[in-house]
Protein backbone atom coordinates (compact mmCIF):
# COMPACT_ATOMS: atom_id res chain seq x y z
CA UNK A 1 0.00 0.00 0.00
CA UNK A 2 1.27 3.38 -0.95
CA UNK A 3 2.01 6.04 1.55
CA UNK A 4 -0.56 8.03 0.06
CA UNK A 5 -3.10 5.88 0.54
CA UNK A 6 -2.09 4.11 3.58
CA UNK A 7 -4.20 3.74 6.38
CA UNK A 8 -2.56 4.36 9.98
CA UNK A 9 -1.57 0.98 12.12
CA UNK A 10 -4.12 0.59 14.83
CA UNK A 11 -1.81 -2.03 16.82
CA UNK A 12 1.57 -1.41 17.80
CA UNK A 13 3.73 1.98 17.54
CA UNK A 14 6.05 0.50 15.46
CA UNK A 15 8.05 3.11 13.55
CA UNK A 16 9.03 5.49 16.05
CA UNK A 17 10.78 5.04 19.70
CA UNK A 18 12.50 7.10 21.98
CA UNK A 19 12.62 10.85 21.30
CA UNK A 20 11.38 10.24 17.81
CA UNK A 21 8.56 9.14 19.39
CA UNK A 22 7.89 12.06 21.96
CA UNK A 23 8.45 14.23 19.00
CA UNK A 24 5.71 12.39 17.03
CA UNK A 25 3.49 12.31 20.00
CA UNK A 26 3.50 16.53 19.80
CA UNK A 27 3.50 16.71 16.16
CA UNK A 28 -0.12 15.60 17.20
CA UNK A 29 -1.01 18.30 19.17
CA UNK A 30 -0.36 21.04 16.09
CA UNK A 31 2.12 23.54 18.77
CA UNK A 32 1.88 26.28 16.29
CA UNK A 33 -2.41 26.37 16.47
CA UNK A 34 -2.28 25.78 20.24
CA UNK A 35 0.33 27.95 20.87
CA UNK A 36 -1.81 30.71 19.07
CA UNK A 37 -4.92 29.38 20.79
CA UNK A 38 -3.37 29.85 24.21
CA UNK A 39 -2.11 33.13 23.07
CA UNK A 40 -5.69 34.68 22.65
CA UNK A 41 -6.79 32.81 25.82
CA UNK A 42 -3.78 35.03 27.85
CA UNK A 43 -4.68 37.77 26.03
CA UNK A 44 -8.03 37.76 27.00
CA UNK A 45 -6.97 37.14 30.98
CA UNK A 46 -4.80 40.23 30.72
CA UNK A 47 -6.94 42.45 29.38
CA UNK A 48 -9.77 41.15 31.44
CA UNK A 49 -7.42 42.08 35.12
CA UNK A 50 -6.74 45.14 33.71
CA UNK A 51 -10.45 46.20 33.15
CA UNK A 52 -11.09 45.34 37.11
CA UNK A 53 -10.89 48.09 39.46
CA UNK A 54 -8.85 45.93 42.00
CA UNK A 55 -6.72 43.17 41.18
CA UNK A 56 -3.42 42.07 43.27
CA UNK A 57 -0.17 40.69 41.15
CA UNK A 58 -0.18 37.18 43.77
CA UNK A 59 -3.48 36.72 41.87
CA UNK A 60 -3.22 37.36 38.64
CA UNK A 61 0.26 35.63 38.22
CA UNK A 62 -1.22 32.14 39.93
CA UNK A 63 -4.79 32.80 37.52
CA UNK A 64 -2.75 33.39 34.47
CA UNK A 65 -0.31 30.47 34.90
CA UNK A 66 -3.96 28.32 35.14
CA UNK A 67 -5.05 30.15 32.13
CA UNK A 68 -1.96 29.09 30.06
CA UNK A 69 -1.51 25.45 31.14
CA UNK A 70 -5.61 24.79 30.96
CA UNK A 71 -5.98 26.28 27.87
CA UNK A 72 -2.55 24.86 26.09
CA UNK A 73 -3.19 21.23 27.34
CA UNK A 74 -6.91 21.72 26.22
CA UNK A 75 -5.62 22.84 22.69
CA UNK A 76 -3.14 19.82 22.12
CA UNK A 77 -5.86 17.42 23.66
CA UNK A 78 -8.58 18.87 20.64
CA UNK A 79 -5.72 18.97 17.71
CA UNK A 80 -4.44 15.14 18.83
CA UNK A 81 -8.12 14.08 18.79
CA UNK A 82 -8.65 15.82 15.42
CA UNK A 83 -5.65 14.01 13.58
CA UNK A 84 -6.86 11.00 15.15
CA UNK A 85 -10.28 11.29 13.53
CA UNK A 86 -8.80 12.71 10.43
CA UNK A 87 -5.84 10.37 9.90
CA UNK A 88 -7.47 8.45 7.00
CA UNK A 89 -8.30 11.93 5.11
CA UNK A 90 -4.62 12.86 5.98
CA UNK A 91 -3.25 10.38 4.14
CA UNK A 92 -4.51 11.39 0.77
CA UNK A 93 -3.16 14.72 1.11
CA UNK A 94 0.30 15.47 0.70
CA UNK A 95 0.37 18.18 2.86
CA UNK A 96 -0.58 15.82 5.88
CA UNK A 97 0.74 12.37 4.72
CA UNK A 98 3.50 13.18 6.83
CA UNK A 99 2.25 13.58 9.73
CA UNK A 100 2.21 11.02 12.19
CA UNK A 101 -0.92 8.76 11.91
CA UNK A 102 -0.36 8.63 8.37
CA UNK A 103 3.53 8.17 8.15
CA UNK A 104 2.83 4.98 10.89
CA UNK A 105 4.42 6.34 13.76
CA UNK A 106 2.12 6.13 15.85
CA UNK A 107 -0.72 3.79 16.52
CA UNK A 108 -4.32 5.52 16.60
CA UNK A 109 -5.01 3.88 20.19
CA UNK A 110 -1.99 6.15 21.10
CA UNK A 111 -3.49 9.49 20.27
CA UNK A 112 -6.82 9.27 20.75
CA UNK A 113 -5.90 8.25 24.80
CA UNK A 114 -3.49 11.31 24.47
CA UNK A 115 -5.73 13.91 22.67
CA UNK A 116 -8.33 12.46 25.46
CA UNK A 117 -6.00 12.44 28.65
CA UNK A 118 -4.75 16.34 27.44
CA UNK A 119 -8.70 17.31 27.44
CA UNK A 120 -9.15 16.16 30.62
CA UNK A 121 -6.15 17.40 31.75
CA UNK A 122 -6.83 20.79 30.37
CA UNK A 123 -10.51 21.23 31.85
CA UNK A 124 -9.20 20.23 34.99
CA UNK A 125 -6.72 22.91 35.17
CA UNK A 126 -8.88 25.09 33.80
CA UNK A 127 -11.88 24.54 36.42
CA UNK A 128 -9.15 25.61 39.32
CA UNK A 129 -9.58 28.92 37.46
CA UNK A 130 -13.76 28.63 38.00
CA UNK A 131 -16.41 26.38 36.43
CA UNK A 132 -16.89 28.59 33.48
CA UNK A 133 -13.47 28.78 32.18
CA UNK A 134 -13.19 25.41 32.12
CA UNK A 135 -17.02 24.77 30.60
CA UNK A 136 -15.90 27.46 27.82
CA UNK A 137 -12.52 25.13 27.19
CA UNK A 138 -14.39 22.03 27.10
CA UNK A 139 -16.98 23.18 24.58
CA UNK A 140 -13.58 24.39 22.23
CA UNK A 141 -12.94 20.82 22.16
CA UNK A 142 -16.43 19.21 21.43
CA UNK A 143 -17.02 21.86 18.84
CA UNK A 144 -13.90 21.18 17.03
CA UNK A 145 -13.92 17.42 17.21
CA UNK A 146 -17.59 16.70 17.01
CA UNK A 147 -18.70 19.42 14.46
CA UNK A 148 -16.04 21.08 12.63
CA UNK A 149 -14.05 17.96 11.66
CA UNK A 150 -16.80 15.58 11.12
CA UNK A 151 -19.04 18.84 9.00
CA UNK A 152 -15.57 19.44 6.92
CA UNK A 153 -16.56 16.52 4.81
CA UNK A 154 -20.28 17.42 4.43
CA UNK A 155 -20.70 21.48 3.69
CA UNK A 156 -19.07 24.70 3.00
CA UNK A 157 -20.00 26.13 6.11
CA UNK A 158 -17.79 23.81 8.02
CA UNK A 159 -15.42 27.27 7.87
CA UNK A 160 -17.66 29.12 10.30
CA UNK A 161 -18.65 26.61 12.39
CA UNK A 162 -14.66 26.19 12.67
CA UNK A 163 -14.03 29.31 13.50
CA UNK A 164 -16.23 29.48 17.21
CA UNK A 165 -13.60 27.28 19.23
CA UNK A 166 -10.83 29.50 17.05
CA UNK A 167 -12.98 32.49 18.93
CA UNK A 168 -13.71 31.29 22.26
CA UNK A 169 -10.19 30.83 23.63
CA UNK A 170 -10.26 35.08 24.53
CA UNK A 171 -13.30 34.32 26.61
CA UNK A 172 -11.27 31.30 28.82
CA UNK A 173 -8.77 34.08 30.10
CA UNK A 174 -11.61 36.83 30.01
CA UNK A 175 -13.87 34.92 32.57
CA UNK A 176 -10.83 33.61 34.51
CA UNK A 177 -10.15 37.04 35.38
CA UNK A 178 -13.81 37.63 36.03
CA UNK A 179 -14.44 34.40 37.74
CA UNK A 180 -16.84 36.42 40.42
CA UNK A 181 -19.40 37.12 38.10
CA UNK A 182 -20.06 33.66 36.24
CA UNK A 183 -21.32 32.89 32.88
CA UNK A 184 -22.09 36.87 32.76
CA UNK A 185 -18.54 37.64 32.05
CA UNK A 186 -18.34 36.01 29.04
CA UNK A 187 -21.04 38.28 28.12
CA UNK A 188 -19.60 41.68 28.71
CA UNK A 189 -18.57 43.96 25.96
CA UNK A 190 -14.82 44.02 25.98
CA UNK A 191 -15.15 40.09 26.06
CA UNK A 192 -17.66 39.81 23.36
CA UNK A 193 -15.53 42.71 21.39
CA UNK A 194 -12.54 40.15 21.47
CA UNK A 195 -14.46 37.10 20.63
CA UNK A 196 -15.76 38.78 17.45
CA UNK A 197 -12.57 40.15 16.30
CA UNK A 198 -11.04 36.69 16.24
CA UNK A 199 -14.21 35.00 14.81
CA UNK A 200 -14.17 37.33 11.72
CA UNK A 201 -10.30 37.47 11.59
CA UNK A 202 -10.41 33.36 10.69
CA UNK A 203 -12.60 33.58 8.09
CA UNK A 204 -10.35 34.94 5.35
CA UNK A 205 -7.78 33.55 7.45
CA UNK A 206 -8.78 29.82 6.49
CA UNK A 207 -9.96 30.46 3.10
CA UNK A 208 -6.43 32.13 2.08
CA UNK A 209 -5.59 28.51 3.20
CA UNK A 210 -8.52 26.70 1.53
CA UNK A 211 -7.42 28.41 -1.91
CA UNK A 212 -3.99 27.49 -1.43
CA UNK A 213 -4.28 23.71 -1.00
CA UNK A 214 -7.80 23.21 -2.30
CA UNK A 215 -6.85 20.12 -4.89
CA UNK A 216 -5.41 18.28 -2.13
CA UNK A 217 -8.53 18.93 -0.09
CA UNK A 218 -10.69 17.78 -2.98
CA UNK A 219 -8.54 14.46 -2.50
CA UNK A 220 -9.01 14.60 1.04
CA UNK A 221 -12.47 14.59 0.53
CA UNK A 222 -12.74 17.84 2.63
CA UNK A 223 -16.19 19.94 1.15
CA UNK A 224 -14.37 24.17 2.07
CA UNK A 225 -15.93 26.65 -0.02
CA UNK A 226 -12.61 27.15 -1.97
CA UNK A 227 -12.89 23.24 -3.24
CA UNK A 228 -16.57 23.07 -4.04
CA UNK A 229 -16.32 26.56 -5.79
CA UNK A 230 -14.25 26.63 -8.97
CA UNK A 231 -14.27 29.19 -10.35
CA UNK A 232 -13.84 31.39 -7.11
CA UNK A 233 -16.48 33.69 -7.21
CA UNK A 234 -17.77 32.73 -3.81
CA UNK A 235 -14.83 32.48 -2.10
CA UNK A 236 -13.47 35.69 -3.60
CA UNK A 237 -17.14 37.51 -2.22
CA UNK A 238 -16.05 36.03 1.25
CA UNK A 239 -12.53 36.97 1.44
CA UNK A 240 -13.42 40.35 0.59
CA UNK A 241 -16.96 40.83 2.64
CA UNK A 242 -15.29 39.29 5.81
CA UNK A 243 -11.84 41.63 5.36
CA UNK A 244 -14.10 44.95 5.20
CA UNK A 245 -15.80 43.48 8.36
CA UNK A 246 -12.71 42.94 10.16
CA UNK A 247 -11.95 46.72 10.00
CA UNK A 248 -14.95 47.59 12.38
CA UNK A 249 -14.07 44.49 14.13
CA UNK A 250 -10.58 45.23 14.98
CA UNK A 251 -12.03 48.50 16.41
CA UNK A 252 -14.67 47.37 18.81
CA UNK A 253 -11.97 46.51 21.71
CA UNK A 254 -11.37 50.23 21.71
CA UNK A 255 -14.58 51.02 21.67
CA UNK A 256 -15.95 48.42 24.58
CA UNK A 257 -12.14 48.92 26.39
CA UNK A 258 -11.90 53.00 25.84
CA UNK A 259 -11.03 53.03 29.47
CA UNK A 260 -7.93 50.88 28.70
CA UNK A 261 -7.07 51.22 24.84
CA UNK A 262 -6.33 55.20 23.96
CA UNK A 263 -5.06 56.16 20.01
CA UNK A 264 -2.25 54.15 19.58
CA UNK A 265 -3.91 50.92 19.16
CA UNK A 266 -6.91 52.13 16.27
CA UNK A 267 -4.07 53.70 14.61
CA UNK A 268 -2.64 50.69 13.86
CA UNK A 269 -5.85 48.66 13.58
CA UNK A 270 -7.03 51.03 10.78
CA UNK A 271 -3.47 50.68 8.63
CA UNK A 272 -2.96 47.45 9.42
CA UNK A 273 -6.26 46.77 8.79
CA UNK A 274 -6.36 48.45 5.23
CA UNK A 275 -3.59 47.12 4.47
CA UNK A 276 -5.13 43.33 4.93
CA UNK A 277 -8.22 44.70 3.11
CA UNK A 278 -6.44 45.53 0.04
CA UNK A 279 -4.54 42.52 0.09
CA UNK A 280 -7.88 40.49 0.35
CA UNK A 281 -8.82 42.71 -2.45
CA UNK A 282 -5.71 41.24 -4.96
CA UNK A 283 -6.98 37.72 -4.47
CA UNK A 284 -10.65 38.61 -4.71
CA UNK A 285 -9.52 39.84 -8.52
CA UNK A 286 -7.09 37.03 -9.12
CA UNK A 287 -7.88 34.20 -7.20
CA UNK A 288 -4.64 32.67 -7.60
CA UNK A 289 -2.17 30.49 -5.09
CA UNK A 290 0.34 32.88 -4.74
CA UNK A 291 -2.06 36.14 -4.29
CA UNK A 292 -3.72 33.84 -1.34
CA UNK A 293 -0.27 32.96 0.49
CA UNK A 294 0.44 36.83 0.49
CA UNK A 295 -3.47 36.98 2.00
CA UNK A 296 -2.02 34.03 4.78
CA UNK A 297 0.92 35.47 5.62
CA UNK A 298 -0.50 39.38 6.11
CA UNK A 299 -3.26 37.21 8.20
CA UNK A 300 -0.69 35.59 10.55
CA UNK A 301 0.89 38.80 10.96
CA UNK A 302 -2.03 41.01 11.21
CA UNK A 303 -3.85 39.18 14.27
CA UNK A 304 -0.24 39.39 16.23
CA UNK A 305 0.08 42.64 15.93
CA UNK A 306 -2.86 43.92 16.68
CA UNK A 307 -2.82 41.46 20.11
CA UNK A 308 0.52 43.12 21.10
CA UNK A 309 -0.32 46.40 20.62
CA UNK A 310 -3.90 46.31 22.46
CA UNK A 311 -2.48 44.91 25.63
CA UNK A 312 0.93 46.95 25.69
CA UNK A 313 -1.58 50.06 25.23
CA UNK A 314 -3.25 48.89 27.97
CA UNK A 315 -0.86 48.25 30.60
CA UNK A 316 0.78 51.26 29.74
CA UNK A 317 -2.34 53.09 30.48
CA UNK A 318 -3.18 51.01 33.89
CA UNK A 319 0.18 50.01 34.96
CA UNK A 320 2.37 52.57 34.25
CA UNK A 321 0.65 56.15 33.81
Known sequence: MSRTTAIPNPALDTRASGLAWFRALIETT???????????AV????????????????????????????TAFS?????????????????????????????????????????????LLGTGILFLAGPVP??????????????????KTCSAWCTLVGAIPGALPPLIGWTAAHSDAGIAA???????????????WQIPHFMAIAWMYRDDYQKGGMRMLP???????GTAFVVLFTAILLIPATLWPAITMHNLIGMVYPIVALVSGFIFLWL????????????????????????????LVMVAEAFVRVVVL
Request: with cysteine; hydrophobic share 50%.
Open 43 to 70: VGFLLGVLAREQSTVGLALSVGLIVTLG
Open 227 to 233: VIDRNGK
Open 134 to 151: ALIGLSCTLTYVLLYTPL
Open 30 to 40: KPGITRLVTIT
Open 75 to 119: AAGANALNQWWEAERDARMARTQRRPLPALKLAQSTVVKLGILLT
Open 280 to 307: CIQLARSRTIPVARKVFFASIMHLPLLL
Open 186 to 200: AFEPGAQSLFWLMMV
